[in-house]
């Protein structure tokens, strides 16, 4: 769905949102789950960036008419204040991603990925991200074998184990703990 212009709502599966590049690259800025606002704000702010959606796990997706909401904006306090409150946080979730590749390390950015893909498996208290290198290499935006050498040290330490298409984590503390090392200012 790369260069999507329109909005919605996700009803189930997860979805993310990214910006593309020329040569190809992606950079995913945020994963929707079900009850979060989806797709571009384009056709009521104008185009500004190469924003594609693309689905994680099957999705629905409730869409929006853009006049529709365009009308209900202008009519609805309460509804002008719930579109504000949803684009602010897809800026705040900008701002995060541009920190964390900005500041950190291609580990930080893979495990931070990892653990917003992860979903339990069947029944069980298993963490299971179903993903293949390439994709979260695209995710991350560089390529397949650096994610694999990130892998293979997560391998190593005994926080994750891989299969194919996807990617068990078996301790989530320790993978969070390498998340994320740039902070807010005081």
């Excluded at 893979?110 to 893909?117: E, M, S």
């Excluded at 293949?132 to 990130?150: I, P, S």
Aim: proline fraction near 4%.
């Amino acid at each position: 769905m790369a260069g999507w212009t329109r909005s919605g709502v996700v009803e189930s599966g997860v979805a993310r949102a990214y910006l593309a590049a020329g040569g190809g690259r992606m950079l995913t800025i945020r994963y929707v789950r079900p009850g979060e606002l989806i797709g571009s704000p384009f056709p009521i702010i104008g185009k500004r960036a190469p924003l594609g959606i693309s689905a994680v796990t099957p999705c629905v997706i409730l869409e929006f008419d853009i006049e529709d909401l365009r009308q209900v904006i202008a009519s609805d306090a309460t509804a002008a204040n719930q579109v504000v409150d949803a684009l602010s946080q897809r800026l705040q979730d900008t701002y995060a991603t541009l920190a964390a590749h900005a500041f950190g390390t291609m580990a930080e950015r893979v495990a931070g990925h990892l653990l917003d893909l992860a979903q339990p498996a069947d029944d069980t208290k298993r963490l299971v991200a179903r993903v293949t290198q390439q994709e979260l290499a695209e995710a991350v935006g560089t390529a397949r074998e650096v994610v694999a050498r990130v892998l293979q040290e997560f391998r190593h330490d005994g926080v994750v184990a891989t299969a194919a298409g996807s990617i068990e984590i078996l301790q989530p503390e320790q993978l969070a703990s390498r998340v994320g090392r740039w902070h807010f200012p005081e």
